[in-house]
């Protein structure tokens, strides 16, 4: 972990550039969430070279690991799937056709609905994504512990989530 002073980032350049035209301006938030923002893009980045060794992308990973965290039969519909991701359903469909082609996960109908589909993780699938979770973990772990103590890794995930309550 790294205990030196911080230098100014681009953020602080920012910042001090609105400081100059808008003097009048509180730019804390836009320090906060500028680097939020910094952060989640540079982490991404990290992530899907973790991910890249086992042949996905972050958006197919959140498919299959989406799938696994849902416990045997590990079986969602489509709709469950996209409202957890986010995502359209052109989206989704296009993950779906992408991990199904390469062996991942089945589709089937859904037996309490005729309209219906439901998509399972096969066992492939379920060990690839076991594996690059951890993959994907470690770049994470690495990212804290280059920064922070275990107590302020702990002390900021506990920020961000009462920030995230008042704003999601």
Do not use: C
């Not at 836009?30 to 540079?42: C, T, W």
């Not at 973990?137 to 280059?146: K, N, V």
């Not at 506990?158 to 920030?163: P, T």
């Amino acid at each position: 972990m790294n205990t030196q002073p911080l230098a100014p980032d681009p953020v602080d350049a920012i910042a001090a550039q609105w400081a100059v035209v808008r003097p009048d301006l509180d730019t804390l938030p836009m320090a906060v969430f500028g680097r939020i923002y910094r952060l989640a893009a540079a982490m991404r980045g990290r992530v899907d070279k973790a991910y890249a060794p086992y042949g996905m992308a972050l958006g197919e990973f959140d498919v299959l690991a989406t799938l696994r965290r849902s416990g045997a039969p590990y079986t969602l519909s489509p709709r469950e799937l996209t409202a957890t991701l986010m995502i359209t359903t052109g989206g989704m469909t296009g993950r779906l056709d992408k991990l199904e082609k390469a062996g991942l996960l089945s589709r089937s109908p859904d037996p309490n609905d005729r309209r219906g589909l439901r998509v399972t993780l096969t066992e492939r699938g379920r060990e690839l994504v076991d594996q690059a979770v951890g993959a994907g973990l470690e770049r994470q772990r690495e990212a804290l512990e280059a920064a922070l103590t275990e107590e302020e890794a702990e002390q900021l995930a506990g920020l961000l989530r009462k920030l995230l309550a008042t704003t999601a």
